[in-house]
């Protein structure tokens, strides 16, 4: 049995014939976890989020989804997202955490884009908080 390995200059390059570099995008494309749904795309995501401090807004293309066939629902602060056009079948879910006030969510269908507003619960936005001087004490509910 011959086992030639192609060698330069002192170097052996063996391994480098038989590597195949469109495997490296193909495991790309299609990597992800043992035991979940994947994780990462090449391509770019059909669902931006963006928080601010009075909540979150979510858009989502949907494109050719009527807005009779869109069923949003808010369970345990997150934000699940499902529609169906044809025998498509679109799904998302967004962890949006548990400030945010259920009855406080709009959502809107424009030109096969979804746009959700979510707001938080008045007390979990951020508040400013005045510090009193030694001269002047603030009475409780007192703004400057």
């Not at 060698?7 to 990597?31: A, C, E, I, Q, V």
């Not at 807005?67 to 529609?83: K, N, Q």
Request: net charge negative; hydrophobic share 35%; charged share 25%.
């Amino acid at each position: 049995m011959n086992n030639l390995v192609p060698d330069r200059n002192g170097r052996r390059f063996g391994t480098l014939l038989s590597w195949d570099p469109m495997r490296l995008f193909d495991d790309l494309m299609t990597w992800q976890p043992a035991g979940s749904e994947v994780v990462w795309s090449a391509f770019q995501s059909p669902v931006h989020v963006t928080h601010t401090d009075d909540g979150a807004t979510i858009t989502v293309d949907m494109p050719g989804v009527d807005p009779d066939d869109l069923e949003l629902t808010f369970d345990d602060g997150t934000l699940a997202i499902a529609g169906k056009r044809g025998e498509q079948t679109y799904r998302y879910s967004v962890a949006l955490g548990d400030t945010i006030d259920a009855d406080g969510i709009e959502a809107k269908l424009d030109k096969g884009v979804l746009t959700v507003h979510a707001n938080k619960r008045p007390e979990a936005k951020p508040r400013k908080i005045l510090v009193a001087t030694a001269g002047k004490a603030l009475n409780p509910g007192e703004t400057k």
